[in-house]
């Protein structure tokens, strides 16, 4: 895209003539030839419009691809994490406990979690359908 206006089919071509300066050229032309200009200044008019609505299009897309790698590469690191922090806090309580009785505190407070969690999102559903019902 530049930044120059282009010359187009509709309006007379510049020849040099001061701007106040009567075109004698432009009278002479039939109606046919300036609706054939017009049409084809429309034309060029949509192709452009089109093209650029794909550049757009296309910076979209690869932005929300883009967003949507790093949002997977965070949702994989924050599941690395809370593996690490499971099996660390299993290490830790094996130092306390025996090592079964660690692991079986540990998967049980997941466990424990999990429900709370999906009785939270339960709820929240619960209330959506509440506040949309008619």
């Given at each position: 895209?530049?930044?120059?206006?282009?010359?187009?089919?509709?309006?007379?071509?510049?020849?040099?003539?001061?701007?106040?300066?009567?075109?004698?050229?432009?009278?002479?032309?039939?109606?046919?030839?300036?609706?054939?200009?017009?049409?084809?200044?429309?034309?060029?008019?949509?192709?452009?419009?089109?093209?650029?609505?794909?550049?757009?299009?296309?910076?979209?897309?690869?932005?929300?691809?883009?967003?949507?790698?790093?949002?997977?590469?965070?949702?994989?690191?924050?599941?690395?994490?809370?593996?690490?922090?499971?099996?660390?806090?299993?290490?830790?309580?094996?130092?306390?406990?025996?090592?079964?009785?660690?692991?079986l505190i540990v998967v049980g407070?997941?466990?424990?979690?999990?429900?709370?969690?999906?009785?939270?999102?339960?709820?929240c559903i619960t209330r959506m359908?509440?506040?949309i019902a008619p």
């Amino acid at each position: 895209m530049t930044d120059t206006p282009a010359d187009t089919a509709v309006t007379p071509p510049t020849d040099g003539q001061p701007d106040g300066a009567p075109d004698n050229s432009a009278r002479d032309e039939s109606v046919k030839e300036v609706l054939a200009r017009l049409y084809a200044d429309g034309r060029a008019y949509a192709a452009a419009e089109a093209d650029k609505q794909k550049l757009r299009a296309g910076i979209i897309g690869a932005g929300i691809r883009n967003a949507a790698i790093f949002a997977m590469v965070a949702l994989m690191l924050a599941f690395a994490c809370i593996v690490t922090l499971l099996v660390g806090l299993t290490i830790v309580l094996a130092q306390l406990v025996a090592p079964i009785w660690a692991t079986l505190i540990v998967v049980g407070g997941g466990l424990l979690i999990t429900l709370l969690l999906l009785l939270a999102a339960k709820g929240c559903i619960t209330r959506m359908k509440r506040a949309i019902a008619p």
